[in-house]
C-alpha cells in the first residue's frame, strides 16, 4: 500500500511539474513586460546574480544573411579565451560589402537572455535591448568612428562603400562596471532599399 501511494505521489508530482514551469515562465514575462525604464531592466537582469568581473566562456556566430544579402561576414573572431569584463576585448573580421549602402538603412536588434531554460525577448526601453532603428546611417554621424575602422576604410558615414574589408585583432576596452552572467544570444538585420543588407547571430555564455 506505501508502495502505491508513493507512486500516485510521484505521478502527482510530474504532472504537476509542467504546470509550475508554466506559471513561473509567466511570472517571469509578466516582470519584464512591466518594465519601464533601463535602469528596471539591469535590475531585472542582475538579479539574484554574484556581482564581480564575469567571463565571455562560449561564443558563436552565424552569417544569417541569405544568397542575396548585401553584406556577407566571412570570419568573426574574440579573444582573449575566456575574455574576462570589465576589461580588454580583441575583435577580428573579415567581411565585403557587395553593394554600397545608403540611407535610410534600417536595423533591427533582437537581445534574449535565457531564464528558466528558455530564452526571452529583452525589451527595448531608451534604445536599449531588442530595439529598431528607422536610420543607422543617422546614428553613426553621431559617434566618433574609431581609427581601427577608419583605417581599414571605412569612415562610418554613408554611403559605406561596396569592398572587402578585413579588420585584423584589434583591442578595444570594454567599459562597463557589471555585465550580468547567463547565456544570451542576439541577432542583429539590416536592410536597404527593401532588399536584405545583413544578418548576424551571436550566441554568448558569461560566466
Known amino acids: 500500500m506505501r508502495v502505491f501511494v508513493c507512486l500516485l505521489g510521484a505521478v502527482a508530482a510530474c504532472l504537476a511539474m509542467p504546470n509550475v514551469y508554466e506559471m513561473e515562465m509567466a511570472e517571469v514575462e509578466g516582470a519584464i513586460n512591466r518594465l519601464?525604464?533601463?535602469?528596471?531592466?539591469?535590475?531585472?537582469?542582475?538579479?539574484?546574480?554574484?556581482?564581480?568581473?564575469v567571463r565571455l566562456t562560449s561564443f558563436s556566430f552565424k552569417d544569417c544573411g541569405g544568397a542575396g544579402a548585401l553584406v556577407n561576414i566571412n570570419s568573426l573572431s574574440i579573444t582573449p579565451d575566456p575574455v574576462v569584463f570589465p576589461g580588454p576585448l580583441n575583435v577580428a573580421t573579415d567581411f565585403k560589402i557587395?553593394?554600397?549602402?545608403?540611407?535610410?538603412?534600417?536595423?533591427?536588434?533582437?537581445?534574449?537572455?535565457?531564464?528558466?531554460?528558455?530564452?526571452?525577448?529583452?525589451?527595448?526601453?531608451?534604445?536599449?535591448?531588442?530595439?529598431?532603428?528607422?536610420?543607422?546611417?543617422?546614428?553613426?554621424?553621431?559617434?566618433?568612428?574609431?581609427d581601427p575602422i577608419v583605417r581599414i576604410g571605412i569612415d562610418c558615414t554613408c554611403p559605406l562603400k561596396a569592398n572587402s574589408y578585413s579588420l585584423p585583432k584589434t583591442e578595444f576596452d570594454v567599459d562597463v562596471s557589471f555585465i550580468p552572467a547567463g547565456d544570451y544570444m542576439a541577432r542583429g538585420n539590416i536592410t536597404y532599399m527593401g532588399k536584405e543588407g545583413a544578418c548576424l547571430e551571436l550566441s554568448i555564455t558569461l560566466t
Open 36 to 53: 519601464q525604464t533601463k535602469e528596471e531592466l539591469v535590475h531585472f537582469l542582475t538579479e539574484n546574480t554574484s556581482r564581480g568581473p
Open 98 to 146: 557587395n553593394s554600397p549602402l545608403g540611407q535610410p538603412l534600417k536595423g533591427d536588434l533582437y537581445i534574449a537572455k535565457k531564464v528558466l531554460g528558455k530564452y526571452i525577448k529583452l525589451p527595448c526601453i531608451d534604445n536599449f535591448g531588442s530595439c529598431s532603428y528607422a536610420d543607422l546611417c543617422v546614428l553613426l554621424e553621431q559617434v566618433q568612428c574609431p
